[in-house]
Structure formats: C-alpha cells, structure tokens
C-alpha cells in the first residue's frame, strides 16, 4: 500500500470507517443510531465544505494562465479535494443518510421525501463538479469566472432547504 497515495490513504480511512460503523451497530444495537447520526453529520459537513470550496477554486482557476504553475497546482488541490473528501464524504452520508432514514422510519414522511430531493439535486450539482473539474484539468473550461461565482451558491441554497426540512419537518 503507498502510504503517499491521497486516494489510497482515503479508501483506507472510509474502510476503517465503515468498519468502525458496523461495529457499533452490532456492539450498541439501538443505541449506535445517535453514534451513527452524529457520524453522519460530520460527513455532510465534510461534503459540504468541498462542495462550497471547489466552485471558488474554479474562479481563481478561470484566472490562471493555461500551463501557468497557478493553473497546475490548482488542478492538484481541485482532483484532491474531489477524490479525498468531497466524493467519500459524499458516499458515507447517502448510505448513513439511508440507513438512518430507514431505521428512524422516515422513509414514509412528506419532509423526507423533499429532503431527499434535494440530496438528489445536490449529488447532481456534485456530478457537474466533477465534469467541471475534468474539463478544467484538460484546460478545456468554458465557464467564465463570474458564472462560477453564481454556481457556488448553489449547494448553500440547497444545503439550507435540507436543513430546515430535517429540523422543522414542517410537513
């Protein structure tokens, strides 16, 4: 295993995790759902923060001269900060989110259901980072600078309507 490896180092830490999650279920029974939730949270956090993060990187990008030592570090930070946290953070609150849902018995309620449409909408946004990101690293973007100061609150908006939907459950 190549312990410089972002992506290697990632995968092991989501495993652990993984491991660390089944193992509580099966040591605390009903009592790992708040252990689970509260795992939970800190990946949507952690998504979150790239999700708020790599937009901003892609306006400085915009700025950067093609070959430019700027443009090639910034495609280094953009590709690990997808890889490394944005996409296992991504990975671990769909299935904990599931998982809580299912074991809390949300699956039938009305604000679920509208949160999990824009989870959806925002796991959409996160596909068109990524295809950004791609076009970015082959110094093929055609989004201006300005654009990607809009696009960057996108997951704000969609993060606060998934939040007053799980706290308020208004319906």
Request: proline share 4%.
């Amino acid at each position: 295993m190549n312990g410089e490896n972002p992506a290697v180092r990632a995968a092991v830490a989501i495993g652990l995790t993984v491991l660390g999650i089944a193992a509580l279920i099966l040591l605390l029974g009903d009592a790992a759902y708040m252990w689970i939730k509260a795992v939970h949270v800190v990946a949507i956090i952690s998504w979150m923060a790239g999700m708020l993060y790599l937009p901003r990187l892609f306006v400085y990008h915009c700025d950067a001269k093609p070959g430019s030592e700027l443009s090639e570090t910034l495609k280094v930070m953009e590709r690990r900060l997808l890889r490394v946290i944005i996409n296992p953070a991504m990975g671990l609150a769909w299935v904990l989110g599931l998982w809580l849902a299912w074991r809390g018995g949300y699956l039938m309620a009305g604000w679920f259901h509208a949160k999990l449409a824009l989870v959806i909408l925002l796991s959409g946004f996160h596909g068109y980072l990524s295809a950004a990101l791609r076009r970015f690293a082959e110094d093929a973007n055609q989004v201006p600078a300005r654009r990607w100061r809009l696009l960057n609150e996108v997951p704000a908006l969609l993060m606060i309507g998934i939040v007053v939907l799980v706290i308020v459950k208004p319906f």
